[in-house]
């Protein structure tokens, strides 16, 4: 029996609920147990591994209703369905959508065990596959998507299912969580793999110059440049094109991308009649763009258009065992680059990896894996390589790390403390030996804060 995975079990009747949950516990079984299947379903995260029991008949969300929405999260979780007699014919057609057995009342508790017992064994199995299959991805040397856990594997599959399907994608997910590079290994695993992979910086945006650079423009169209200039979104023609942070670009200019992305065409500035573009469009936000779209920050027509496909990247902190893995990957990173092959991280900070929130995600944890070799780096480093050259390297890296952190945090310093992992007093120390300006990452210096 398999008693270390959770037994979910939802009924409404008080005395009927109590006296099941004791004999699974009994059984060995660790149950949760509810009396509405939605705060059951509530719940459910995408590292669930146990199965579930419902009553069909229950008020507001029936059995039925939660099947289908346990299916939506993930089609493999075992649901077993207890129903009453004259339900037996919706449990029969239930199994026939993915319910994993039912049974009749009054049961046997020993026949609800033996079901739940060989619901446990089959979620098992299931888990260990993905596991399995998500160990064989990481072999793949030239796959960035570094993780074994359930969520990557998942992330993996649809990666493979949206490069052939061919159509236009929009990636969510949490500031530093690697949208990007999914959006590449879509075009990777696409049949456009060949042709350009196009990434454009919307959150760059803060002229005229950045329309130029996206459209193009005719010739003598923009002064001191006579000559016709092809943009981003032509260049991408045939691969495809990416606009990063899309939630970023003012209204006007969505308005414009709108266009593209319906017609697939784009008019360069000052040319007479618009260029057909043959373009797959990948969009990535860090917000609920759905959310924005309401609220009326982002045009909902251009939502709709881009939101056909969605995939959303998952937090760090939804992918268990990845934190430490990621991080043994990324401070093996820095001792290559900073020459410190006997550096060892600290016990302390290993075992904080676990605890911590990770905001910043992948970004923030290898910022803080880096950080630690930085202070530990340049006492283990001794030997190596002649100091000054240690020194100078450590440095220029210091200074890369404290920007991007602060450019990540829009010049908010308890901000980017927390995604470096240092000390406030160490922090403002090395800023100001290093001569960075942390003022000019604020919003009213960049331009942000007037879009």
Request: aromatic residues 6%; charged residues 25%.
């Amino acid at each position: 029996m398999i008693a270390s995975a959770t037994v979910l079990f939802a009924e409404d009747d008080h005395a009927l609920r109590l006296a099941t949950t004791q004999a699974l516990e009994l059984a060995g079984f660790t149950v949760r147990a509810f009396e509405r299947a939605d705060a059951l379903l509530a719940s459910i995260t995408g590292a669930f591994d146990g199965v579930i029991v419902s009553d069909i008949r229950m008020p507001g969300m029936d059995g039925l209703e939660l099947l289908a929405a346990v299916k939506s999260i993930d089609r493999d979780i075992p649901l077993l369905l207890v129903t009453g007699h004259g339900d037996v014919p919706l449990a029969v057609k239930a199994l026939k959508d993915g319910a994993f057995d039912f049974l009749s009342k009054p049961f046997a508790i020993d026949h609800l065990t033996a079901s739940v017992a060989r619901a446990l064994e089959h979620r098992t199995l299931q888990i260990e596959n993905r596991r399995l299959r998500a160990a064989a991805d990481l072999h793949d040397a030239t796959d960035p998507l570094i993780g074994t856990s359930i969520a990557m594997a998942r992330l993996r599959a649809s990666i493979r299912q949206l490069a052939a399907a061919d159509v236009d994608v929009l990636i969510e997910g949490e500031t530093g969580v690697g949208k990007e590079v999914v959006a590449a290994q879509i075009h990777r695993f696409s049949r456009r793999a060949g042709r350009p992979f196009v990434a454009v910086n919307c959150a760059a945006w803060l002229d005229s110059s950045f329309e130029v650079e996206l459209f193009g423009h005719a010739s003598e169209a923009v002064a001191h440049h006579r000559a016709a200039r092809r943009g981003m979104i032509a260049a991408s023609s045939g691969g495809t094109l990416l606009l990063d942070e899309i939630d970023s670009l003012p209204l006007p200019m969505q308005a414009r991308l709108l266009r593209v992305i319906e017609e697939r065409e784009v008019q360069p500035l000052g040319a007479e009649r618009p260029e057909a573009v043959n373009l797959r469009v990948i969009a990535t936000s860090k917000i609920d763009l759905e959310r924005a779209a309401q609220e009326g920050t982002f045009r909902l027509d251009l939502f709709h258009r881009l939101a056909t496909t969605r995939l959303r990247v998952p937090a760090l902190r939804e992918r268990g065992d990845d934190v430490r893995l990621l991080f043994d990957v990324f401070v093996e990173e820095a001792k290559e680059q900073f020459g410190v092959p006997n550096f060892v991280a600290p016990a302390e900070q290993v075992a904080r990896l676990q605890v911590d929130d990770w905001p910043g995600n992948i970004r923030e944890l290898r910022n803080r894996a880096f950080a630690l070799v930085l202070e530990n780096g340049q006492k283990v480093g001794e030997g190596h390589e002649p100091a000054s050259d240690f020194r100078s390297r450590l440095a220029e890296y210091e200074v890369a790390l404290i920007e991007d952190a602060l450019r990540q945090c829009d010049g908010r310093v308890g901000d980017a403390i927390k995604r470096l992992g240092l000390p406030r007093k160490t922090f403002y120390d090395k800023a100001s030996r290093l001569g960075i300006d942390i003022g000019k990452f604020r919003p009213s210096a960049t331009g942000k804060g007037i879009r």
